[in-house]
């Protein structure tokens, strides 16, 4: 160990360059972080999703359903059954975004993968148990427990929650919160005094 | 770790390969910070107008150009071919439907005219029409002040930023008839550059700032309410605040509560008008709709105005509000089933049902309130004093305050049903006790017959009996259709030519 952080120390006549870039480096990075509002993804705020525009339809139509009071993107979209399996479903579904919408391969209609599919049915189970397992349903509503096995929920309830429309230009006037600028309000107010200055 | 110049030095082509490894990381990382600023700077740039207009441009079909969904969507508002239970888009004549509301508002302008109203689109047209804003010949008559358009049009926050909010809310109603041309629109919720929700009403944002609220934190769900409580609230004019102005002014100091506001006007003293027959010092509720809404389940559940009345919309792949404001009665599929399964039918049933045991007891309310006032009449014909009479008064005062408060406030009787049934039990509590002390009196005068029951069957003639010369008042209607209104849609042309817009 000590003999690695030997070998990686530059020469004393180096120090100063490697420091500055070294700094560069790190510097890069963190705007690269503010920029992509990288701390805002470790939360379950639905407006977390909307930093990426693309998500606008689904956030839009979440909006304009009834599971806006109950539930928040992730309660149905990354798993719920241990801690550790949900910041790594979503670091990993986090990764293929971030890296399809860096390479603008977003397609027009946005479909769910088969993995996401079971996480979302399994949440519907979470929240719903009791419409499945109820005896009094499974006695008196025909072909109830046929119904309720071997498909996903909304194969029948079809509209829940985004309805069926989601294409990326489905909702050009939604009013969504995405991202504002990430010049910071003082140097804004800079800018718009120079700039009238200069008029 | 050997000085990196001697390797060098031996092999320069390492130099390079480190220059040239730094290079191309920095290069990524470029190009990745610009790609993350170029998508997100998209998102800014997703609405582009291709008409550019300021936030002072009254003219919706303007805005139109830009959000045609929008726009065809509100101007269907003009369609008047829903009719519900009780209410819809159709204009009726609730003083023939319920002629005791003459009475009842004997010596102020409803008696003389009152209509269920119909869609936003109407409403510069249906206050032109109204009797109660009179028959003006110039710009200096008529019985109304300028403030009665304020509800009415996007030139309202066009004037009030022209000429200043007192100069506004100065003068007569005919004063600005040339000015109010265009009805309800865009401008009036929307903010012109980010097409966001935006209060342009100065009083809503005072009485927030009284009640020690700021509008400005409100939430994008509780702006989808506020833009409609801007108008939709109970209001009076306050002519203290500049003379000779009659500002609007929202009565929610003490709290947005019936008895609340109801004591905050007895501190004030304040009446909107002296009962011609009772001599009562009068409140007149006007659609205390958003107070209503408030004490309701679906407010505690957080559903906004918008969510049932102009739900989401989908026409041809793409989704946006239904501007169509209306009754979700005409639109359960959008708006209740969104959140309860239940046959449409089943539904409405269940609103209908609301809405009749509401206004079962309205109704009983409102006969009382009709016998009090006459019986009030009697008891100054037979000679009470001042003195008698003045708890009376602020009895029936109390009691048709509360009766119009659950009239007044549109789909009350759904918002928030038990609230409403609880203020109509306690308007004719009021009112009882009113007859009571009426009957005390008449025994200290010696009167021991039954005050008769006025013959009003018709409109007709319940305005006879309060004395309204309605020949006089349709004719002086007719004459100013004819003379002014002519006038201002011609002046308010020639202005509106004057606007700059960018096509």
């Not at chain 2, 005919?174 to 209060?199: F, R, W």
């Not at chain 2, 509590?429 to 021991?448: N, W």
């Not at chain 2, 008769?452 to 006089?472: N, R, S």
């Given at each position: 160990m000590r003999k690695l952080f030997k070998f990686l120390t530059p020469p004393p006549q180096w120090k100063l360059p490697v420091l500055v870039s070294l700094g560069i480096f790190v510097g890069l990075g963190f705007y690269v972080l503010y920029l992509s509002k990288a701390a805002s993804y470790l939360s379950d705020d639905p407006k977390t999703c909307v930093n990426c525009h693309v998500m606008a339809p689904q956030y839009a139509t979440y909006q304009h359903s009834s599971h806006r009071e109950v539930a928040t993107c992730n309660d149905c979209h990354v798993p719920h059954n241990n801690v550790f399996n949900k910041y790594f479903f979503k670091a990993k579904d986090g990764l293929r975004h971030a890296t399809m919408f860096a390479l603008r391969m977003e397609p027009e209609v946005i479909f769910i993968l088969e993995e996401g599919r079971e996480v979302v049915h399994n949440n519907c189970i979470r929240c719903h148990s009791q419409t499945l397992t109820d005896p009094k349903l499974a006695t008196q509503v025909p072909q109830h427990t046929h119904n309720t096995q071997g498909r996903v929920c909304w194969d029948c309830h079809r509209e829940v929650p985004h309805g069926r429309v989601n294409s990326l230009s489905s909702v050009p006037n939604a009013r969504v919160p995405v991202p504002s600028s990430p010049i910071p309000d003082w140097l804004q107010e800079y800018m718009e005094e120079s700039k009238l200055e200069n008029e | 770790m050997k000085p990196i110049q001697e390797s060098v030095g031996k092999k320069p082509m390492l130099g390079w390969i480190i220059f040239l490894a730094t290079l191309v990381v920095v290069f990524l990382l470029g190009l990745l910070a610009s790609s993350i600023m170029e998508r997100r700077a998209e998102s800014v740039f997703a609405y582009t107008p291709q008409v550019e207009y300021n936030q002072w441009e009254p003219r919706n079909e303007v805005w139109g150009e830009n959000f045609p969904r929008e726009f065809e969507s509100y101007y269907n508002t003009a369609d008047t071919s829903f009719n519900s239970k009780y209410n819809g888009n159709a204009m009726i004549d609730m003083l023939e439907v319920d002629p005791r509301l003459v009475v009842l508002w004997a010596g102020y302008g409803f008696a003389k005219d009152y209509n269920q109203g119909r869609g936003h689109y109407y409403a510069v047209d249906d206050l032109r029409n109204t009797l109660r804003t009179g028959g003006p010949t110039s710009d200096k008559d008529g019985p109304m002040p300028s403030t009665c358009w304020t509800c009415k049009s996007p030139d309202?926050?066009?004037?009030?930023?022209?000429?200043?909010?007192?100069?506004?809310?100065?003068?007569?109603?005919?004063?600005?008839?040339?000015?109010?041309?265009?009805?309800?629109?865009?401008?009036?919720?929307?903010?012109?550059?980010?097409?966001?929700?935006?209060?342009?009403?100065?009083y809503l944002i005072e009485a927030f700032e009284r009640m020690g609220k700021d509008i400005n934190d409100a939430t994008h769900q509780e702006m989808r309410s506020l833009v409609c409580a801007q108008c939709h609230v109970e209001y009076y004019f306050n002519k203290n605040r500049v003379k000779g102005s009659a500002f609007v002014q929202l009565p929610w100091d003490k709290g947005m509560g019936v008895e609340e506001m109801e004591e905050y006007y007895d501190e004030l003293e304040f009446k909107d008008w002296t009962h011609k027959l009772s001599k009562a010092p009068m409140l007149k509720a006007q659609h205390p709709g958003y107070e209503v809404y408030l004490k309701g389940i679906h407010a505690d559940r957080g559903v906004s105005c918008a969510d049932c009345h102009m739900p989401y919309k989908s026409e041809g792949g793409q989704k946006f509000t239904d501007h169509h404001i209306q009754s979700p009665l005409n639109n359960v599929?959008?708006?209740?089933?969104?959140?309860?399964?239940?046959?449409?039918?089943?539904?409405?049933?269940?609103?209908?049902?609301?809405?009749?045991?509401?206004?079962?007891?309205?109704?009983?309310?409102?006969?009382?309130?009709?016998?009090?006032?006459?019986?009030?009449?009697?008891?100054?014909?037979?000679?009470?004093?001042?003195?008698?009479?003045?708890?009376?008064?602020?009895?029936?005062?109390?009691?048709?305050?509360?009766?119009?408060?659950?009239?007044?406030?549109?789909?009350?009787?759904?918002?928030?049903?038990?609230?409403?049934?609880?203020?109509?039990?306690?308007?004719?509590?009021?009112?009882?006790?009113?007859?009571?002390?009426?009957?005390?009196?008449?025994?200290?005068?010696?009167?021991?017959?039954?005050?008769?029951?006025?013959?009003?069957?018709?409109?007709?003639?319940?305005?006879?009996?309060?004395?309204?010369?309605?020949?006089?008042?349709?004719?002086?209607?007719?004459?100013?259709?004819?003379?002014?209104?002519?006038?201002?849609?011609?002046?308010a042309e020639k202005r509106e030519k004057t606007y700059k817009v960018k096509m």
């Open positions: - | 309202v926050p066009r004037l009030m930023n022209e000429i200043g909010v007192a100069e506004y809310y100065s003068g007569k109603w005919s004063s600005k008839g040339h000015e109010v041309v265009n009805p309800i629109g865009c401008a009036d919720c929307h903010d012109a550059e980010t097409m966001n929700l935006k209060v342009t009403r100065p599929a959008n708006s209740c089933q969104v959140c309860h399964r239940e046959e449409t039918e089943k539904l409405i049933k269940n609103v209908y049902q609301r809405q009749d045991q509401i206004i079962e007891n309205r109704d009983k309310l409102e006969e009382l309130l009709v016998r009090a006032h006459v019986e009030a009449k009697k008891a100054w014909d037979l000679g009470a004093t001042e003195k008698e009479m003045k708890p009376i008064l602020m009895m029936i005062r109390h009691a048709q305050w509360r009766w119009d408060y659950a009239a007044a406030s549109h789909g009350g009787s759904f918002h928030a049903p038990t609230e409403t049934g609880r203020i109509i039990t306690t308007g004719v509590d009021r009112a009882q006790e009113a007859r009571i002390a009426l009957v005390r009196i008449f025994h200290k005068y010696g009167f021991d017959g039954e005050v008769a029951y006025p013959d009003i069957a018709t409109k007709a003639k319940a305005q006879k009996f309060i004395g309204l010369d309605m020949d006089k008042l349709n004719k002086e209607k007719e004459t100013f259709k004819k003379n002014l209104l002519p006038e201002w849609d011609k002046k």
